[in-house]
């Protein structure tokens, strides 16, 4: 009930199941509260909110589409019946285009290669309304004259018309590349659509949509857009949405910082980039994203600045300019906490890890603490919060995976911290840690 995407989700979710009722539709949507069923949760391994599972035949199949009322109903449809809309008539095709994204086959034989090569591409896409027709006054009614492939959208050219081969890969290639605005707002209903795809360079516009500058800096971002269409995905957050403060926190930002602009390169370890400049035109975009593609920008990792009492208390304050070089100082190994200030269970960890800190404040251990909201660190991945590692003055580096009691640190340094502790019996899935997850999945 406290998830905040959960409470995104439900009126989009009441809404499809409103459209299925009213259709006739045998589907059935339901919901259930997982803090008060939690066996149930468990049986199907739900770890993280909202998760969407479809029941058929007593089996589960994991939901794949996307978190508004007509890409659930969209992925719900092609779960249960043909991969493409038969669109019988005009009327029809009027109906169906007036999705925000309706991709339509045109072909006078459906039973042609490139009929079926269309049909497999649209059983493959989750999320995206997928029709077909061999009716003559649909060709002319919607401009077409010969058979093919249009893409019809509510945004930027309206319609796309294929052209290339006609295999299943190579129609899925031309509507992923086109089912994005040029330039699309992040939003929780955009998020599956922007990471649930193959572009893994993003680039993000961090702007203030009522702002008076708004406008143009969206539009230099469209004018590079346009020249990299299906290799970037750009994408514009509102800072003037409480939704967003925790991205901006992500990549070092306060909405005094706005306008700004960072590229990112997703994989097993996200790579961030700041512009040289913080002027927004479509040139320096442009610039901006030629400089990346050739080489020449290194990663921007954030630091803050090295407190000068760092080190007067038990626990050690880490900051990423310097902390390679505490590590190095720290006689017999450092045991860090890598946190998020927001994060509830590591709050809740504050006075164990500083009796910790006090206990061994002259053993020659470094007990520290990093706030990787604000500091990132080259080759060290933290992923969910808290993370804990030891690092060994030989430069091994152990994952602690223990109990997050003060004895099970105590026992685990104590015995030289060799491996990666006993995990705690019955370790449930930490609900901030999903919260961060989703975030860096997104972002």
């Known amino acids: ?105 045109f072909f006078k034989d459906q039973e042609s290669a490139e009929a079926k090569a269309f049909l497999e591409c649209a059983s493959k896409m989750d999320g995206v309304s997928f029709g077909i027709t061999s009716n003559a006054e649909v060709f002319t009614h919607l401009k077409v004259e010969k058979d093919g492939v249009v893409l019809f959208k509510k945004f930027d050219e309206l319609r796309n018309d294929f052209e290339g081969e006609y295999d299943a890969d190579t129609i899925q290639a031309f509507v992923k590349s ?7 707002e992040f939003t929780p ?32 971002m469209t004018a590079a857009a346009k020249e990299h269409r299906g290799v970037f995905i750009f994408i514009y957050i509102d800072t003037n949405s409480e939704d967003n403060e925790r991205i901006l926190e992500f990549f070092g930002l306060k909405k005094a910082d706005t306008p700004a602009i960072r590229l990112i390169q997703l994989g097993d370890n996200m790579l ?26 290194k990663p921007h990792l954030q630091s803050d600045e090295e407190a000068a009492d760092w080190d007067a208390k038990g626990v050690k304050v880490l900051v990423a300019k310097t902390f390679k070089q505490r590590i190095a100082e720290a006689e017999k190994g450092a045991f860090v906490e890598f946190y998020a200030p927001w994060c509830g269970h590591c709050k809740a960890l504050v006075p164990i890890w500083d009796e910790l800190g006090e206990n061994y404040k002259d053993s020659g251990y470094l007990i520290g603490k990093c706030d990787s909201t604000a500091n990132e660190i080259e080759d060290i ?49 930490d609900e901030d840690d999903d919260d961060e997850d989703d975030e860096k999945d997104e972002l």
């Open 178 to 184: 086109n089912q994005l605005p040029y330039v699309v």
């Open 1 to 105: 009930p406290w998830c905040g995407h959960c409470k995104a989700l439900a009126p989009e979710f009441a809404k499809a199941a409103t459209t299925l009722k009213e259709e006739g539709s045998a589907l059935k949507l339901g919901k259930v509260d997982a803090t008060v069923e939690s066996s149930l949760a468990e049986k199907f391994g739900v770890r993280g909110y909202p998760t969407l599972k479809f029941f058929r035949g007593g089996n589960a199949l994991e939901y794949g589409g996307g978190r508004v009322a007509d890409e659930i109903v969209a992925w719900l449809k092609k779960k249960t019946g043909p991969p493409a809309e038969d669109l019988a008539d005009t009327a029809a095709a009027d109906a169906f285009t007036t999705k925000d994204v309706a991709v339509i086959g």
């Open 272 to 297: 961030k980039y700041k512009p040289p400049t913080d002027e927004i035109t479509a040139d320096s975009v442009k610039s901006f994203v030629k400089d990346f593609i050739d080489g020449k920008l």
């Open 381 to 429: 991945k933290v992923q969910s919060f808290p993370t804990i590692k030891f690092f060994h003055p030989d430069g091994k580096v152990v994952d602690y995976s223990g109990e997050r009691t003060l004895e099970g640190f105590t026992k685990f340094l104590d015995g030289g911290a060799v491996d990666s502790g006993k995990p705690a019996a019955g370790d449930e899935a």
């Open 189 to 220: 209903e955009s998020a599956q659509k922007i990471f649930g795809g193959d572009i893994q360079k993003h680039v993000l516009l961090f702007v203030d949509s009522k702002s008076d500058d708004f406008q143009p800096k969206k539009d230099a």
